[in-house]
């Protein structure tokens, strides 16, 4: 089981403006449609009970379907002449087109071109939206990381996966990844990818005969593939890190990334009953957060990751706390608690 001090850090669809990693710009670029392609290949099933007016903006329409199918994260509406696209984890990789006014599913013709964990196990999906290509629409950069009480079981050892989703020339699909170590040979995903500053970083392993590091990877338009060089010390140490470097003492709710204390343990211990396997150190790191996701979804919460009120009442309602119900809310919470 990992320890959540050295976990991998969740990642939003924002991206984090920090310092430029220096192989690839900073700047801000100007979004183009794509080159003109026939969208017939796509096929599509309506959700009746996300139908939206054709008055209705795509991007409301948008934030509305996630609030209804309660996803865990979410990428931005892709526009591109073939149409316009979204994806989101909810709770597993879900494709979406807007047509007539309305986000329909997009089908498993479509699916099959990603190249996404098609195993049982539940993933920590993180989406960030990015102008990978050269087209100017929105790409995905997809990292898919196991959830603390499968990843002892999942393949390769438990490491990430990543990829990163495309509609480059109208054609939806995981982009190519060029190997640098062995000959040129092509993969569809790695070892976990991130868009940090301006750089698309990803790990690679095994093809190098060792752990092979960090590679930061370059759109190659000619070729229609990332290529990628090995990144410097210097900007390897310019990465924010994939765990929290300092975690805050926190006696009252909401608990969330980056607290500790008694609360954090009792949420774990809970969790723990339920079956999830985290460590019990009271440290709210990478594994808690998804598993407290993994539980409110599953319970009817709205997936935030965080311990609010109405979190900590469906985990502990009826549960013994040490601590007085100081408020008379019939519920004993992290500031109630006794010495």
């Known amino acids: 089981m990992f320890a959540e001090r050295i976990q991998r850090r969740w990642r939003t669809t924002s991206i984090i403006a920090v310092i430029c990693l ?18 017939s290949v796509v096929e599509t099933t309506a959700l009746e009970s996300v139908a939206a007016p054709a008055s209705v903006d795509a991007t409301r329409a948008w934030q509305t379907l996630n609030e209804t199918e309660n996803s865990y994260t979410a990428g931005d509406i892709s526009e591109t002449d073939a149409g316009t696209f979204g994806l989101m984890a909810a709770p597993t990789l879900r494709f979406f087109e807007f047509v007539d006014g309305r986000w329909t599913e997009v089908t498993s013709s479509v699916i099959s071109r990603f190249d996404i964990p098609t195993t049982e196990f539940e993933y920590d999906i993180t989406i960030q939206s990015v102008d990978v290509t050269d087209d100017g629409a929105v790409d995905y950069v997809v990292n898919f990381a196991a959830a603390p009480w499968h990843v002892l079981d999942v393949p390769n050892q438990g490491r990430d996966y990543g990829t990163v989703i495309s509609g480059h020339d109208g054609n939806w699909r995981s982009l190519e990844f060029t190997d640098p170590y062995g000959g040129g040979e092509i993969y569809t995903s790695v070892e976990h990818i991130e868009y940090f500053n301006g750089a698309l970083v990803g790990d690679w392993y095994g093809s190098c005969g060792r752990p092979c590091g960090k590679l930061i990877y370059e759109w190659l338009g000619g070729s229609a593939q990332l290529f990628g060089e090995e990144a410097t010390p210097s900007q390897i140490r310019a990465l924010p890190k994939p765990w929290c470097t300092a975690f805050s003492y926190n006696g009252n709710l909401p608990l969330e990334r980056c607290d500790e204390g008694r609360g954090v343990t009792y949420v774990q211990e809970a969790l723990n009953r339920l079956g999830y396997e985290l460590e019990a150190d009271g440290y709210y790191g990478n594994s808690t957060r998804f598993a407290v996701k993994y539980y409110q979804r599953s319970n009817g919460i709205r997936a935030s990751g965080t311990v609010d009120v109405e979190t900590w009442r469906n985990l502990f309602s009826g549960v013994f706390l040490p601590g007085n119900d100081l408020d008379g809310d019939g519920l004993v919470t992290p500031n109630e608690f006794g010495e």
């Open 22 to 39: 220096g192989l690839v710009s900073c700047g801000s670029s100007t979004r183009t449609q794509s080159e003109t392609a026939d969208s």
